[in-house]
């Protein structure tokens, strides 16, 4: 069945297969609802948190109810249980156990997802379509947020636990945009993600010679570049010249090394040169941006707002409570104690989890997550070909990775899932099927 006009199906699939699903002569049936009810949650989840996780919670669910022994068998199954186990352990010894047992459900609850999400993205099309599915929902988010930057849109907008959206006018923190999202890091760092895979599908229907979708494709990408340079946030701004350099390497795109070379030299001189090189230079870069990256915008910034002063406190922590931790959740009291501010996080995760859940239970969350990354990594080079898809989705993992070394947005459910998919999607390959055997 056609879902919708040829010049942007590689968004939106005409028909999705899955790889269990063959007739008697090898071909490949449509996709059965599972997959289907998981792409509509990502559609929809960043506008309605709601009506995405219901979609999303409720195919992951049903597929522990008719795969569950399946799932517990699993050695990831078994490494999460473990995590848990001890991330409970660590909530009951904090000071406020309460507190730090509800912070778990920034966790436990999207490695159930996780596990089972594997399963429902076993081929390498499904992979293609939760890349689409990811970018697509990046669309209304965009252009929301151009709204509130240049055309004055503002909210509240409630529609009852439907729509939740404060859209203060100028964005938040004022200047920064941040769309339907409560804080502009937020949306930083899931139009990040979006941005990266937009790049991996785009190139890929360069290689097809599709000239509509390249064209949507490079729509998309325009438009969460705008985004990630409207939401003012310097970590999504490094993160994003990494993850092109390391398109531009495996490309072999050497004259694309080059421009971002020349560019972030500009900039870089702009903020930090020697005067006579700096002046001329802030007249060609936006003040926006050097300004950003010097502080100028923001001069004088108490010392307890500096990242690296919470990177000393949670460090601190750690070495003071090593194998327990002080409990998940509990930096902010701790810090607010210490210095009389308030901050909800210390702007690193392994240093978060190190400092409130511990050593054993951090190594017991990371290495799984870092064994999968090693063997995604480990197929790609065994595909012998530069693969795309693959290789995009992993760049998206790695993106919201190395942000999350400078900042902690997890806390918002809808960045949080996806790299929980992301995972999902580099544990879950399967070996590439034939070309006959590919239905469009």
């Given amino acids: 069945m056609r879902m919708m006009s040829r010049p942007i199906d590689i968004y939106l699939p005409e028909r999705i297969v899955h790889p269990k699903q063959t007739d008697n002569n090898g071909s490949i049936k449509p996709l059965m609802r599972p997959q289907q009810s998981l792409y509509l949650g990502l559609l929809i989840f960043p506008l309605s948190p709601l009506l995405g996780g219901i979609a999303i919670v409720g195919v992951t669910a049903w597929h522990w109810w008719q795969d569950g022994r399946s799932h517990l068998q699993q050695p990831l199954t078994w490494s999460f249980t473990l995590a848990a186990l001890l991330l409970l352990l660590s909530s009951l010894q904090a000071h406020d156990p309460s507190i730090s047992l509800l912070g778990l459900a920034n966790i436990l609850p999207f490695m159930v997802i996780c596990i089972a999400s594997r399963a429902l993205i076993q081929h390498p099309q499904h992979r293609q379509h939760l890349s689409q599915a990811i970018v697509l929902s990046s ?130 001189g702009a903020a930090f040169g020697p005067p006579p090189l700096q002046s001329p230079l802030q007249q060609i870069v936006p003040r926006a941006i050097w300004a950003r990256l010097n502080d100028d915008l923001y001069p004088n910034r108490p010392v307890e707002t500096l990242r690296i002063t919470q990177w000393q ?128």
């Fill in 313 to 440: 406190f949670a460090w601190d922590l750690s070495q003071e409570r090593p194998l327990w931790g002080w409990g998940l959740r509990q930096f902010p009291q701790l810090y607010q104690a210490e210095t009389g501010a308030w901050l909800g996080h210390p702007h690193n995760l392994p240093l978060m989890f190190l400092s409130e859940t511990g050593i054993l239970a951090t190594l017991a969350l990371f290495i799984p997550i870092g064994w999968i990354y090693y063997q995604g990594v480990r197929h790609l080079k065994h595909l012998g070909t530069l693969n795309l898809i693959p290789l995009s989705i992993l760049l998206a993992f790695t993106a919201t990775s190395l942000f999350h070394l400078v900042d902690v947005t997890l806390f918002d459910a809808r960045v949080n899932i996806l790299g929980w998919l992301l995972l999902a999607a580099i544990d879950s390959h399967q070996p590439d099927l034939r070309p006959s055997q590919i239905t469009l």
């Fill in 139 to 268: 669309l209304p988010v965009a252009l929301i947020g151009l709204g509130q930057q240049y055309l004055g849109w503002h909210g509240p907008i409630h529609l009852g636990w439907l729509i939740s959206w404060d859209l203060e006018a100028g964005g938040t923190p004022p200047g920064r945009m941040a769309s339907v999202f409560g804080y502009a890091n937020s949306l930083a760092n899931f139009s990040l993600i979006a941005w990266t895979l937009a790049i991996g599908l785009t190139l890929q229907a360069w290689r097809s010679q599709q000239r509509a979708q390249v064209a949507t494709g490079l729509l998309l990408i325009c438009l969460n570049s705008i985004v990630l340079f409207e939401t003012s946030s310097r970590n999504s701004w490094a993160v994003a010249i990494v993850i092109a350099l390391i398109y531009g390497i495996l490309l072999r795109w050497y004259w694309l090394l080059g421009v971002i070379g020349a560019i972030a030299a500009i900039i870089i």
